[in-house]
């Protein structure tokens, strides 16, 4: 029974606020909770008017606060935005919170456009060439000290946060491989690259004392409905969002539309950011979830999905859920 965990953006929708979306999305991670999902990690984006979770530790602790047992995370933490030592004290600290419930993903890309990556980090020295020591740099910090250390996250040290790497190319692939470190694909917006950074991480994998074997995890937009004709419907607030972002006009995730004249079929296309989405009622769902375990094979899969409705979003999770049981009872 491949195991499903939950991805969210925390989207805040037209006429919403932000603090009534990071409300829904510790809602959200207690219905994942309920239903048994393996984690709900938040993704931190920046200088985005429909995004809520820009400051990822803060709303992870908030969420925390909302479950018990679920394991929390971020998917990721942009870490050239951020000094190593700052981010293990904030793992640290949500460890020390949570104990044994946080993961750690982090990736290289700056999360927003490079005038707010100026403002982040008010220098671009941090640039995404010193990515792989700036992720052995806060693995150090989040392992136990070492003899005549100087500088310690406090909290932070000896937590062991388990460390991700994120990626929507093959560099990412390489590193996780390269430092035995599990991987998180980005399939829901970069299909494309996914089976061959898949067949990259597996094959170059070296082994440690982080994992024996590679752990690969795929992201997966799955938007499930009462029937195709609902689900579809929801779907297209994800579609005019991705429309609305490739303009360069992003902002709150807009209500769902009757798409009669068909405008946003190219955001399915084959090739396009959104071709591997799986939209519809249980059976189609159920094929769906079929079809992208039997053609990539993922060790686990990681769900998200922009809808408008919160009652809906949830719903969407339970029908994914029951989708899967199905398919391993069958099996």
């Known amino acids: 029974m491949i195991p499903l965990s939950v991805l969210d953006l925390s989207p805040i929708v037209q006429g919403g606020s932000p603090g009534q979306s990071l409300r829904a ?21 920046h200088n985005m008017t429909g995004i809520a979770s820009a400051a990822t530790a803060v709303a992870l602790a908030f969420i925390g606060e ?3 047992t679920i394991r929390l995370g971020a998917g990721g933490v942009m870490l050239p935005n951020h000094a ?23 990736g290289r890309a700056p999360g927003t456009d490079q005038l707010t990556a100026r403002a982040l980090r008010r220098t671009l020295a941090g640039d995404v060439d010193q990515f792989p020591q700036d ?10 000290p070492q003899p005549n250390q100087a500088i310690r ?3 932070g040290y000896g937590s062991k946060v388990p460390v991700w790497i994120l990626g929507s190319s093959l560099y990412g692939a390489r590193l996780a491989a390269a430092l035995g470190l599990p991987f998180a694909f980005a399939s829901h917006f970069a299909p494309a690259m996914m089976d061959p950074a898949a067949q990259i991480y597996r094959q170059q994998f070296a082994p440690s004392r982080h994992g024996e074997r590679p752990h690969l995890m795929l992201g997966l937009n799955l938007v499930a ?12 607030s994800l579609q005019q969002a991705f429309v609305n972002l490739h303009r360069g006009q992003p902002g709150p995730l807009p209500p769902p539309i009757d798409d009669v004249n068909g405008h946003l079929a190219a955001t399915v296309a084959a090739g396009s950011p959104l ?7 249980p059976d189609t769902v159920r094929a769906g979830l079929e079809r992208f375990v039997a ?6 899969i990681i769900l998200t999905a922009q809808i408008f409705d919160q009652a809906k979003r949830i719903r969407s999770l339970e029908i994914a859920r029951a989708a899967r049981d199905a398919l391993a009872r069958a099996a």
């Open 225 to 236: 409905g009462e029937t195709d004709a609902e689900a579809r419907f929801l779907f297209t």
């Open 275 to 281: 071709s591997k989405a799986v939209v519809g009622g």
């Open 66 to 68: 909302g479950t018990s």
């Open 25 to 45: 999305s510790r809602d959200l991670a207690g219905a994942a909770e309920r239903l048994g999902f393996q984690r709900y990690w938040l993704a931190e984006h």
């Open 295 to 300: 053609e990539h094979r993922p060790d686990e």
């Open 84 to 106: 190593p030592l700052v981010i293990a004290e904030q793992f640290g600290t949500l460890d020390a919170l949570h104990p044994g419930r946080i993961d750690l993903g982090v």
């Open 153 to 155: 996250a406090v909290p």
């Open 135 to 144: 992720v052995l740099e806060l693995m150090a910090f989040l392992d136990d």
